[in-house]
């Protein structure tokens, strides 16, 4: 089959790509922006073009796609078959045994920590996922044997729904992606669909009152074996407890779930620590939720309890930015006060081309962010040049940079390295 994907750079449609590449398809594909992804991509035989081939059997889409995109206009116009990512992976789903992750914070690395307890024990499964898993030799999908899938279940725009899983799994539920929800309300009743939607559900103490089904499962995480973990966070640890449940509803001995979890080595861009390339230790991060910065911050600093810590943080959407600017403003400000960070840089905001508005983008903006924080250590840095004279007459031995950010500012770690 011929397959054209619309959107391939993104970390969870390209393991889907990678999953129907493997499985002997011929995979084309096309993004506004190039990428590491993308480069490994066409290293492994993608064809990346924006000319859609003739003969194309089927066209899969990323849901941050306008519907006036051009190629999927081509499309429909064509009576090609087309399909969303997550209705693409809900069709792979359909004839498998599937988990499937959720939660606003922490799908990712519990999506990982499950992943490799499931192929520990033997259950050799199909993984896709939104990182890139260092046992996995970094690669972002599994193709296993057996009749288990477990995916990353995303919630933006209701992606999640598409799936009716065996397992569901909720990590969490706040407030985000309020360009589509508008309000609390909103999401909750989303996540009580998915649950719903779900065999059975797991989820955690802390968050039952907000799921109204009568399939959950429910634990305390106090009343659990508390993992020990090679990664720093109390948030790792719970997300590490959500995948132990997950595990033992299985029937996989609590003991082997341990002993996977206490040898994970992370995941891509989740506190994902460089201390080799340079003097000085680099941790990429992708948080860009005030929770996710919050919490990271505070597990990077009782790691390096007494050096100094730089933070160059890329807000990730205007909109995210503007809803959530006194959490921002509260989250990063505290930061500072509590010496989690010494010095602080809000580089320019990331956007995905045509998805905001440009009245959004004038109520909003880094330097406003900064001036908002009021903090002699922050300050707002322009592009990557600054950026890299900074980190060049500032950074020393056993001092810690962290870039933090869901969008391109991971790029300015990649030119780091290319010095």
């Given at each position: 089959?011929k397959?054209?994907?619309?959107?391939?750079?993104?970390?969870?449609?390209?393991?889907?790509?990678?999953?129907?590449?493997?499985?002997?398809?011929?995979?084309?594909?096309?993004?506004?922006?190039?990428?590491?992804?993308?480069?490994?991509?066409?290293?492994?035989?993608?064809?990346?073009?924006n000319?859609?081939?003739?003969?194309?059997?089927?066209?899969?889409?990323?849901?941050?796609?306008s519907?006036?995109?051009?190629?999927?206009?081509?499309?429909?116009?064509?009576?090609?078959?087309?399909?969303?990512?997550?209705?693409?992976?809900?069709?792979?789903?359909?004839?498998?045994?599937?988990?499937?992750?959720?939660?606003?914070?922490?799908?990712?690395?519990?999506?990982?920590?499950?992943?490799?307890?499931?192929?520990?024990?033997?259950l050799?499964?199909?993984?896709?996922?939104?990182?890139?898993?260092?046992?996995?030799?970094?690669?972002?999908?599994?193709?296993?044997?057996?009749?288990?899938?477990?995916?990353?279940?995303?919630?933006?725009?209701?992606?999640?729904?598409?799936?009716?899983?065996?397992?569901?799994?909720?990590?969490?539920?706040?407030?985000?992606?309020?360009?589509?929800?508008?309000?609390?309300?909103?999401?909750?009743?989303?996540?009580?669909?998915?649950?719903?939607?779900?065999?059975?559900?797991?989820?955690?103490?802390?968050?039952?009152?907000?799921?109204?089904?009568?399939?959950?499962i429910?634990?305390?995480?106090n009343?659990?074996?508390?993992?020990?973990?090679?990664?720093?966070?109390?948030?790792?640890?719970?997300?590490?407890?959500?995948?132990?449940?997950?595990?033992?509803?299985?029937?996989?001995?609590?003991?082997?779930?341990?002993?996977?979890?206490?040898?994970?080595?992370?995941?891509?861009?989740?506190?994902?620590?460089?201390?080799?390339?340079?003097?000085?230790?680099?941790?990429?991060?992708?948080?860009?939720?005030p929770?996710?910065?919050?919490?990271?911050?505070?597990?990077?600093?009782?790691?390096?309890?007494?050096?100094?810590?730089?933070?160059?943080?890329?807000?990730?959407?205007?909109?995210?930015?503007?809803v959530?600017?006194n959490?921002?403003?509260?989250?990063?400000?505290?930061?500072?006060?509590?010496?989690?960070?010494?010095?602080?840089?809000?580089?320019?905001?990331?956007?995905?081309?045509?998805?905001?508005?440009?009245?959004?983008?004038?109520?909003?903006?880094?330097?406003?962010?900064v001036?908002?924080?009021?903090?002699?250590?922050?300050?707002?840095?322009?592009?990557?040049?600054?950026?890299?004279?900074?980190?060049?007459?500032?950074?020393?031995?056993?001092?810690?940079?962290?870039?933090?950010?869901?969008?391109?500012?991971?790029?300015?770690?990649?030119?780091?390295?290319?010095?």
């Amino acid at each position: 089959m011929k397959i054209y994907f619309i959107g391939i750079g993104g970390i969870g449609i390209s393991a889907l790509a990678k999953y129907y590449l493997k499985k002997g398809h011929r995979i084309y594909g096309s993004d506004i922006l190039d990428s590491e992804i993308i480069q490994d991509l066409k290293k492994n035989g993608v064809q990346i073009t924006n000319k859609l081939p003739d003969n194309i059997d089927l066209v899969i889409y990323t849901a941050a796609i306008s519907k006036q995109n051009k190629i999927y206009l081509k499309a429909k116009k064509r009576n090609i078959k087309t399909l969303s990512y997550p209705e693409a992976l809900a069709e792979l789903s359909k004839n498998m045994f599937t988990i499937a992750i959720s939660g606003t914070h922490g799908k990712s690395t519990t999506t990982a920590m499950l992943s490799l307890i499931l192929t520990e024990a033997g259950l050799d499964p199909t993984v896709i996922v939104g990182t890139k898993i260092k046992e996995f030799e970094n690669n972002n999908y599994r193709i296993g044997n057996s009749k288990y899938l477990i995916i990353e279940a995303c919630e933006y725009k209701d992606s999640f729904l598409n799936y009716h899983p065996d397992i569901g799994v909720i990590l969490n539920i706040e407030k985000d992606h309020l360009d589509y929800f508008k309000n609390f309300k909103n999401i909750k009743e989303s996540f009580n669909q998915f649950a719903k939607q779900s065999k059975k559900v797991i989820l955690e103490k802390q968050i039952q009152e907000l799921i109204n089904t009568q399939n959950k499962i429910i634990f305390d995480k106090n009343k659990i074996t508390k993992p020990i973990l090679n990664i720093p966070g109390e948030f790792n640890i719970l997300n590490a407890m959500h995948a132990i449940k997950v595990a033992d509803e299985l029937g996989i001995k609590k003991e082997l779930s341990l002993k996977v979890l206490s040898k994970f080595k992370g995941t891509w861009r989740r506190m994902d620590t460089d201390n080799k390339s340079f003097n000085f230790t680099i941790i990429n991060d992708y948080a860009h939720h005030p929770t996710e910065i919050k919490e990271t911050l505070k597990a990077i600093r009782e790691k390096y309890k007494t050096q100094k810590i730089y933070c160059i943080f890329q807000p990730h959407q205007y909109e995210r930015t503007l809803v959530f600017s006194n959490e921002f403003e509260n989250v990063l400000k505290n930061a500072l006060l509590k010496e989690h960070l010494n010095k602080l840089f809000l580089y320019p905001i990331y956007t995905a081309e045509g998805r905001e508005s440009p009245e959004i983008k004038k109520q909003i903006n880094s330097e406003k962010l900064v001036s908002k924080i009021n903090h002699k250590n922050c300050a707002f840095i322009k592009n990557f040049e600054e950026a890299k004279i900074f980190i060049k007459n500032t950074l020393k031995e056993n001092n810690v940079l962290i870039i933090m950010g869901a969008g391109n500012i991971y790029n300015l770690y990649l030119e780091l390295l290319s010095i």
